[in-house]
């Protein structure tokens, strides 16, 4: 939670530094009509909303007042997101991160693990009735159909934005190489990798048409579910590069790509990891062979 969170730092820096927006979210926008500048954003008003925000995520995670403390949480991470934004530099890897969590607070979360649960479940047991809660609902995989689409259609954008932009000389080489050795300059801390495989052009070429293939075509993970996982962990991957080579720090759609995985089909990624559990628990069990003498 930390980890994606906006830095306190920061926000206050932007806030204390700056008299007025230079391209204010919607968001913001609707607060500033609602709340005077000089009594929100000051240090003050930009450190409680940040803790408000930490005790929402505290509560969410442990799963008490699971749903409203998803829905708090979720307003100010886009809250702070806007603010970071509203400032004339604009991204969009937070996005689909608060669009799930305020989709979560919108779904049957917290109604079998979690602190509201263990609560529902000693209530009714004091009162000798049975728990009304119910064990399955339709509605819990919406958040996670919804992820799904959003991140096919955010991967598709940028995939058709690159073949646009540069055609299938996109997939050259040598235009990756340059991206590569620009951002791993600018960013040698964070992409340790990254001066090394802007050196090679054979490497690059095979990458960037990977990527291509991986962005555009992401979507027909949605009508071939069976194979939605290989998706989920290719862009587990995919994040994961770019972060070595070129220091983008999508941890956000690790994370999303990685919960997809796992969640999307239970059944199948349990299955799957009883045979992992199998095949471990046999290779750790076979004697060895006695060594020659």
């Known amino acids: ?11 206050v820096k932007l806030a204390v530094s700056n008299t007025e927006f230079n391209h204010a979210q919607p968001l913001i926008r609707l607060v500033s009509a609602l709340v005077p500048r000089d009594v929100l954003f000051t240090a003050t008003g930009m450190t409680t909303i940040y803790w408000v925000a930490m005790a929402a995520g505290l509560l969410a995670l442990i ?83 919804f992820l799904h689409v959003l991140l096919a259609m955010t991967y598709f954008s940028t995939g058709i934005t690159k073949l646009l932009a540069g055609g299938l000389q996109w997939m050259n080489g040598y235009t990756l190489q340059f991206a590569i050795f620009r951002n791993a300059i600018s960013r040698a801390a964070y992409a340790p990798l990254g001066l090394w495989m802007a050196q ?23 009508f071939l579910p069976r194979w939605a996982p290989l998706f989920f962990a290719s862009g587990v991957l995919f994040h994961l ?42 290779q750790s069990a076979t004697p060895s062979m006695p060594r020659a003498t």
């Open 1 to 11: 939670m930390r980890w994606f969170f906006p830095s306190l730092p920061y926000q």
């Open 63 to 145: 799963g008490l007042g699971t749903r409203y403390a998803l829905l708090v949480y979720g307003l100010c991470y886009g809250f702070f997101v806007s603010h970071a934004y509203s400032y004339g530099d604009v991204h969009h890897r937070e996005v689909l991160y608060l669009f799930f969590i305020l989709a979560l607070a919108f779904s049957p979360a917290g109604q079998r693990l979690s602190v509201d649960a263990l609560i529902r479940r000693l209530r009714a047991r004091r009162a000798g009735r049975p728990e009304a809660a119910p064990t399955q609902s339709d509605l819990a995989m919406w958040p996670l159909k």
């Open 200 to 222: 090679q052009h054979t490497l690059c070429i095979i990458v960037s048409i990977a990527t291509i293939l991986f962005e555009t075509f992401y979507f027909v993970s949605i």
């Open 241 to 282: 590069m770019l972060w070595l080579t070129s220091g983008h720090p999508f941890f956000e759609h690790m994370l999303l790509n990685a919960t997809l995985f796992i969640c999307y089909d239970p059944v199948r990624f349990d299955a799957m990891w009883q045979r992992v559990a199998s095949l471990l628990r046999f």
